[in-house]
Nanobody, 123 residues
Framework: QVQLVESGGGSVLAGGSLKLSCEIS???????MAWFRQGPGKEREGIAA???????GYANSVKGRFTISKDNAKNTLYLQMNSLKPEDTAVYYC??????????????????WGQGTQVTVSS
């Protein structure tokens, strides 16, 4: 059984940085992974994705500010968030699945999810 556990959320002032981690246990064949977020009163959105080769994709809202990466040896996915804005306030989720697929920000492409970690950015 695959389990994903996020960590690293918290409160930060606008302009600050946070780094989220997602530890993945269990086996996924040729995994592709992503970060999603759900802000207050908003639908969950995909913001950063990475495929098995390390190719990445980003939503326009975070491009240039956020960086997704992974450490295969540690089975851990990361999201480095810089220049944070109040509108980045949300619960952040990591997601993963198996297969050969380019970086995907579609929620329906993932069947394994973490429990979420809160990020709050104040002005």
């Amino acid at each position: 059984q695959v389990q994903l556990v996020e960590s690293g959320g918290g409160s930060v002032l606008a302009g600050g940085s946070l780094k989220l981690s997602c530890e993945i246990s269990g086996y996924l064949y040729r995994p592709y992974m992503a970060w999603f977020r759900q802000g207050p009163g908003k639908e969950r959105e995909g913001i950063a994705a990475i495929d098995r080769t390390g190719t990445t994709g980003y939503a326009n809202s975070v491009k240039g500010r956020f960086t997704i990466s992974k450490d295969n040896a540690k089975n851990t996915l990361y999201l480095q968030m810089n220049s944070l804005k109040p509108e980045d306030t949300a619960v952040y989720y990591c997601a993963a699945d198996s297969g050969i697929r380019p970086p995907s920000l579609r929620e329906t492409d993932y069947h394994n999810w973490g429990q979420g970690t809160q990020v709050t950015v104040s002005s």
